[in-house]
């Protein structure tokens, strides 16, 4: 039997919601395979603005950095949305990532073929979309120096830096590469080189990066094109790696083409995924708290438990018992359960639990 140490912070909203539900996907998957999930539980975001005057106390960050990983919910939520405010739920997102060194953010983005006819876009132009952003998470506009407001006699200004080092785009882009060599060789930088200083950096690295890896093609892209292609022609794209802001923006449109940001994990890394290498890492699914669904037993808890399965292939080196996830979500998708934001006519409906149930059920 294998014993892992996990810190879950379930945050806001529907946070503890989605979280209950891959708790209890995971204990199945310990009960299968023999496995040990020791579990402490801390605050993050809003509820620990609340408790402790803090969006991420020192105690809670230490507790994360001497886990195996890190599953978190979500936070935030209107309550705490003054822009006057000196502490924001996200503090304790953005505190987190940069204290345990988690730079590389993973998105995968696929079509369920079960699920093609819940978006917006035509089912021909989304069919077979599998795609994955790998994103910059500790660098750029929200952590770039000086960061400020103030007042002038013409009036008040406001200003953020987007400042990347050498060494910082290096080791994402190979982040990049070395994703692209496990799929379909074609890796894509997505930069504004065109007007930035900072993205010419970053196509320049990425080309002196590229040498090492003459078995990937790689392309560039501009963000605005990159985001036209995202809705014109998704199959065309693999693995795309980008600056931190950039990288936000995009993943929340690409999320439109699994019909629901409810279907999508995340995983940030502090290293380069590479096959039995177990890497520290927090997962999350890319949706918000949702506060207005929160306590409604309404919440899709598929991007949570996919989460999971993320955590389990990258940072505790479970591949096999990660399969066992992700096929169990599958399976229920395919005999037609469904949460409210993806349900459609002549579909069984569920709600959290249910959902839950039936995916530990099928692991």
Same mark, same amino acid.
């Given at each position: 039997m294998a014993s892992f140490n996990l810190t879950?912070?379930?945050?806001?909203?529907?946070?503890?919601?989605?979280?209950?539900?891959?708790?209890?996907?995971?204990?199945? %998957?310990?009960?299968?395979?023999?496995?040990?999930? =020791? !579990? /402490?539980? *801390?605050? $993050?975001? &809003?509820?620990?603005?609340?408790?402790?005057?803090?969006?991420?106390?020192?105690?809670?960050?230490?507790?994360?950095?001497?886990?195996?990983?890190?599953?978190?919910?979500?936070?935030?939520?209107?309550?705490?949305?003054?822009?006057?405010?000196?502490?924001?739920?996200?503090?304790?997102?953005?505190?987190?990532?940069?204290?345990?060194?988690?730079?590389?953010?993973?998105?995968?983005?696929? %079509?369920?073929?079960?699920?093609?006819?819940?978006? =917006? !876009? /035509?089912? *021909?132009? $989304?069919? &077979?979309?599998?795609?994955?952003?790998?994103?910059?998470?500790?660098?750029?506009?929200?952590?770039?120096?000086?960061?400020?407001?103030?007042?002038?006699?013409?009036?008040?200004?406001?200003?953020?830096?987007?400042?990347?080092?050498?060494?910082?785009?290096?080791?994402?882009?190979?982040?990049?590469?070395?994703?692209?060599?496990?799929?379909?060789k074609h890796l894509i930088s997505v930069d504004k080189a065109n007007v930035l200083e900072s993205s010419r950096l970053w196509r320049q690295v990425a080309i002196e990066v590229s040498e090492d890896y003459p078995d990937v093609e790689l392309e560039h892209m501009l963000v605005d094109a990159c985001s036209m292609r995202l809705i014109q022609n998704p199959t065309y794209l693999d693995v795309l790696v980008t600056e931190n802001t950039f990288g936000d923006i995009l993943t929340d449109e690409a999320s439109m083409l699994a019909g629901s940001m409810g279907m999508l994990p995340s995983a940030s890394l502090a290293g380069v995924p590479q096959d039995g290498v177990k890497i520290p890492g927090m997962y999350e699914p890319i949706h918000g708290s949702a506060p207005r669904r929160a306590g409604l037993d309404m919440a899709n808890p598929c991007a949570l438990i996919l989460s999971a399965a993320m955590m389990l292939r990258y940072s505790l080196g479970l591949p096999e018992e990660a399969k066992s996830i992700e096929q169990a979500v599958d399976r229920v998708l395919e005999e037609g359960y469904r949460t409210y934001d993806i349900v459609a006519e002549g579909q069984k409906k569920v709600g959290t639990r249910q959902m839950g149930d039936l995916i530990a059920a099928r692991v």
């Open positions: 879950v912070l379930p945050g806001d909203g529907i946070g503890p919601e989605v979280t209950n539900e891959g708790i209890k996907v995971l204990k199945a %998957v310990g009960e299968k395979f023999g496995h040990n999930f =020791n !579990l /402490k539980y *801390d605050l $993050i975001g &809003g509820i620990a603005i609340d408790e402790t005057g803090e969006a991420l106390t020192k105690d809670c960050l230490k507790l994360c950095k001497k886990s195996d990983a890190v599953l978190l919910g979500a936070v935030g939520g209107p309550k705490w949305d003054d822009p006057q405010a000196s502490v924001r739920p996200e503090d304790g997102l953005l505190a987190l990532r940069k204290g345990m060194g988690l730079f590389a953010n993973l998105r995968p983005v696929k %079509v369920f073929p079960m699920l093609v006819d819940s978006t =917006n !876009l /035509k089912p *021909d132009v $989304i069919m &077979g979309v599998d795609l994955i952003f790998v994103r910059e998470l500790t660098g750029g506009l929200y952590f770039g120096r000086p960061k400020k407001r103030w007042r002038t006699s013409r009036g008040r200004r406001a200003v953020d830096s987007m400042v990347y080092s050498e060494q910082e785009i290096e080791r994402i882009v190979r982040v990049g590469f070395e994703l692209a060599r496990t799929r379909r």
